[in-house]
């Protein structure tokens, strides 16, 4: 067979390979848009592993028939297929840290039942995935790994000297996985006054997202040292308190059943309310103006308590109304007492005297014949 037949054959079979691995990348994908709903979970992560190295094996071992026809290449040919085979390792050690990621990420969402994000666990992953395969392909190909790992024991010692504030970071965020006092999606407050929704933990840094929705990025050495306070442990329905205040003269009893009444009838109606919990009224103050309260509520997550004080408080504003329950202002009563009250007083313990028209009126009696 002549070499321009040859070389023919090997071009045609470079490209087939390509093309056949673009076809079964695509019909990979039209088995997965056929799978069910119901076992596309299970099968998603084979099917991206087909996906990853379809492509990319069938290219290669394109490639390597190619190379192995007598085509007459000035390069040694088996110099050509160790550097196509250390190649294809690459390419599914690549795919296969993909994968692994993913299993990592499912089992721990699965475990601790998180919904977001948890990137440290699949860097580590990764990590690990990578470098295996790495010094798998380089014994492969005739590279002798043990010298090799003894200057990488060297040399991850004076990296993890060098890097001792990124390791602490990364063991710190290890630390604050594996304890479980905080996951993501959680609602949590820093002692530094952070407060928002844990979004994302990395080999560096905690990621929490505010209620405004900006992120605040944290190291994750100084999430770990912080005083927290998680919002969704143990329960993530919390109470609330309202402070309020009725007059004096209002009948008390009356005053805590027509809160109770507007309490229950909010936190039913509000998604965000706890329709099952009992809303209380603790009177604990005579206060300036009047006699104050606490109302306690109970709602579902840390972020709607604005919403249901905000409608609580309007509804409780109209009730009062209605009832004719007198929300005090703030004000004071002062009683002031004159110079000859004050004298007749000190001569007559006994006498009640407040103002002075009754000073004269006392005065006008005593005087009489």
Not at 69 to 75: A, K
Not at 83 to 104: K, N, P, Y
Request: proline share 5%; glycine share 6%; net charge neutral.
């Amino acid at each position: 067979m002549n070499k321009p037949v040859v070389w023919a054959i090997a071009a045609a079979i470079a490209i087939a390979g390509p093309l056949i691995g673009i076809t079964l990348r695509r019909l990979v994908d039209r088995l997965e848009a056929k799978t069910s709903t119901r076992t596309r979970a299970m099968y998603r992560m084979a099917f991206g592993l087909a996906r990853d190295i379809a492509v990319p094996v069938c290219s290669l071992v394109g490639l390597m028939i190619a190379v192995s026809l007598p085509t007459g290449l000035p390069i040694s040919p088996d110099l050509v297929r160790r550097i196509l085979t250390a190649a294809m390792m690459l390419a599914i050690t690549f795919a296969v840290s993909r994968l692994a990621a993913e299993v990592v990420i499912s089992i721990t969402r699965r475990i601790t039942g998180v919904a977001g994000s948890v990137s440290l666990f699949s860097t580590i992953t990764k990590t690990i995935v990578l470098v295996l395969g790495l010094l798998i392909t380089l014994d492969s190909v005739g590279v002798k790994i043990t010298p090799l790992l003894g200057a990488l024991g060297i040399g991850a010692l004076a990296i993890a000297l060098a890097l001792e504030g990124t390791l602490a970071n990364l063991f710190a965020g290890v630390h604050i996985l594996a304890s479980k006092t905080v996951n993501p999606g959680d609602f949590v407050k820093l002692d530094t006054g952070e407060v928002g929704w844990v979004s994302d933990v990395n080999w560096r840094t905690t990621t929490i997202q505010d209620i405004p929705g900006n992120y605040i990025i944290v190291p994750n050495r100084k999430f770990a040292e912080a005083i927290l306070t998680n919002y969704h442990r143990p329960e993530q329905d919390m109470a609330i308190t309202v402070e309020v205040s009725a007059a004096y003269d209002s009948d008390l009893d009356f005053v805590e059943e027509v809160t109770l009444d507007v309490a229950r009838r909010v936190m039913k109606e509000l998604d965000c309310g706890f329709a099952s919990a009992d809303p209380r009224v603790r009177f604990h103050t005579f206060g300036d103006s009047g006699v104050e309260f606490r109302v306690v509520l109970r709602t579902r997550n840390y972020e709607d308590q604005y919403l249901l004080v905000s409608e609580f408080i309007k509804a409780l504003h109209r009730r009062y109304r209605q009832e004719r329950i007198v929300i005090p202002y703030p004000m004071r009563v002062l009683h002031i007492q004159s110079p000859t009250t004050a004298a007749l007083a000190s001569l007559d313990p006994d006498l009640s005297l407040t103002t002075a028209s009754e000073v004269n009126a006392d005065l006008a009696r005593r005087t009489e014949p």
